[in-house]
C-alpha cells in the first residue's frame, strides 16, 4: 500500500445510539455523495420530463441503491426486520429516525434526572453508613445502565462530601492517610463503617454514665429526704417524752 492510498472508512453499525449512531452514517454517505437520495428521497420522471431530468433521476436512483445497501450492511437484521416499509434509503432513514429518535430523547431526560439526583445526594439524618451507601449504589447503578461512565473516583468523592458532620474527623483522617484517587467505593465504605461503629460504643458509653448519674443523683436525693423525716420525728418523740 502506497501512502497515496485512500483509506475507506468503516459503515457506522447501529449500536442503538441513535443520535451518535445517525451523526457519523449521515456523514458517511456524504462522503459516498449519496446523502442527497437519502434526504429528499426520489421523484418519477414525467412523461414530460426531458432526457437530463430522466438521466438525473436514473443517477439518483443508483445512488439510492447503493445507499440502501450501506443502510442494509449499517443495521442488524433483528432491528431491520422491524421496518415495514425498505423501498428507497428514504424510507429505511426515516422509520429508524422514527423508532429511536424519541427512544434516545427519553433516555436522556432520564439520565439528567439521575444526574441532578446524584448532585443533590445527601446523608440523611438519622441514616446509618449502609443504608447511604445502598442509596448511593442504587443511584450510580441506573446510572450506568444509560452508559454513563462514572468513575469509583467520582463516586467517592461525591460521597465524602455528603456525609453529616459527625463523620468530618474520619473524612479528615481518609483523605491525609489514603490516595483518593484509587480509593474504592468499598475501601471507604469499610473505614466509614468502623469509625460509625466507635461513635456508636462511644455513645452507648457516655448514655450508661447518664443513666448511672441520673440514678445516683436521686438515691442521693431520696436518702437525704429520709434523713430529714427521720430527724423530724425523733424530734417529736424527744418532745412527747420532754413533756411527760
Known sequence: MTSDSFVQPSIPCFDGHYDHWSMLMENFLRS????????KGISESGTSATDAQRLEIDTLKLKDLKAKNYLFQAIDRSTLETILCKDTSKDIWDSMKK???GATRARSQQLQ??????ELHRMQSGETILDFFSRTMVIISKMRTFDEKIEDVVVVEKSILSLKPKFNYMVCSIEESKDLDILSIDELQVSLLVHERKLEQQDNVELALKVSSDHSIKGNGRRKSNGHNDRGRNIGRGRGNYGH
Open 32 to 39: 459516498k455523495e449519496y446523502w442527497q437520495a437519502v434526504s
Open 99 to 101: 423508532k429511536f429518535q
Open 113 to 118: 434526572a439521575l444526574r441532578s439526583e446524584f
